[in-house]
């Protein structure tokens, strides 16, 4: 078995331990960073997703391999980190109102931090209200926000409008992401950019903050 074999059957099996020796044995052996988060940890929770759709996995099955796979991100954490000496901007990140999926916020966070963004993440079940007032206290150039349900894609809709009454809307950007969102819907609510996944985050908010 490969090592990225091991990383996703660890992923799949909600084995934590063996997740990060997975990953650590990928990366000893030469594998790319990206290669092991996309074919092995990423590939293994979109499989989760699959299992879970199709009733044979429920909630305890897909939190367990949510935590393998933090596991084996915690570890490839420093590896993914792109570096750049020059500071591009702040950026504050959470996952929106109702919404406790943040592994693709945290990988957002971990490669904008890799490129160089100041991050402030708010962590999950973010209400429009702290959005703002976080706008207000840390003066961000770009706000990111993240749903990964249907049902929580309306407060990203919620949080513009938020901006708009509090009069901040003009001072920062608005990105979002998650698997459910759309470029059609960034447009439709007003945000201005979408991206599906993190390193096109990165280039996202670097053309949003004008830094090439
Ligand atoms: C793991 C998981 C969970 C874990 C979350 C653990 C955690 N700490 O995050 C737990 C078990 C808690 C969970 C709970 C639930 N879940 Co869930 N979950 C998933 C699962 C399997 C994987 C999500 C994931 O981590 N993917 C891996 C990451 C890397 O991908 P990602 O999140 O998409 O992020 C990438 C991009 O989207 C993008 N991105 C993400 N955020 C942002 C932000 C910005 C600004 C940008 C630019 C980009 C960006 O970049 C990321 C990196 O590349 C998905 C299935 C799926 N295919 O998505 C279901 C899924 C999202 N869950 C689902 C459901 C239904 C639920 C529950 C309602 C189940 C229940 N009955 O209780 C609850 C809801 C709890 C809540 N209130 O949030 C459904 C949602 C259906 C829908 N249409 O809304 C899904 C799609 C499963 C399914 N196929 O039915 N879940």
């Given at each position: 078995m490969s090592n990225l074999e091991a990383i996703y059957n660890a992923v799949l099996d909600g084995n934590a331990p063996?997740?990060?020796?997975?990953?650590?044995?990928a990366l000893a052996a030469g594998a790319p960073a990206e290669t092991v988060l996309k074919d092995?940890?990423?590939a293994a929770m979109a499989e989760v997703g699959r299992l879970f759709e199709e009733n044979e996995y429920f909630v305890p099955e897909m939190l367990v391999s949510a935590r393998?796979?933090?596991a084996?991100?915690?570890?490839?954490?420093?590896?993914?980190?792109?570096?750049?000496?020059?500071?591009?901007?702040?950026?504050?990140v959470g996952t929106v109102k109702g919404d406790l999926h943040d592994i693709g916020k945290n990988l957002v966070a971990m490669m904008l931090e890799g490129s160089g963004?100041?991050?402030?993440?708010?962590?999950?079940d973010v209400t429009?209200?702290?959005?703002?007032?976080?706008?207000?206290?840390?003066?961000?150039?770009v706000i990111g926000m993240s749903a990964l349900l249907t049902t929580t894609m309306p407060s990203?809709?919620?949080t513009v409008k938020a901006l708009t009454e509090a009069g901040l809307r003009g001072q920062v950007k608005v990105m979002i992401g998650g698997a459910p969102v759309t470029d059609a819907f960034a447009r439709q609510i007003g945000a201005d950019g979408y991206s599906p996944d993190a390193s096109s985050a990165v280039r996202l908010a670097r053309s949003l903050v004008g830094v090439r």
């Open positions: 063996g997740a990060e020796a997975g990953v650590k044995a092995g940890l990423i393998a796979m933090k084996g991100l915690a570890y490839l954490k420093p590896h993914l980190a792109e570096g750049s000496a020059t500071p591009a901007g702040k950026v504050v963004f100041q991050v402030i993440d708010l962590g999950t429009p209200e702290k959005f703002v007032n976080a706008v207000k206290e840390h003066k961000p150039q990203m809709s919620g």
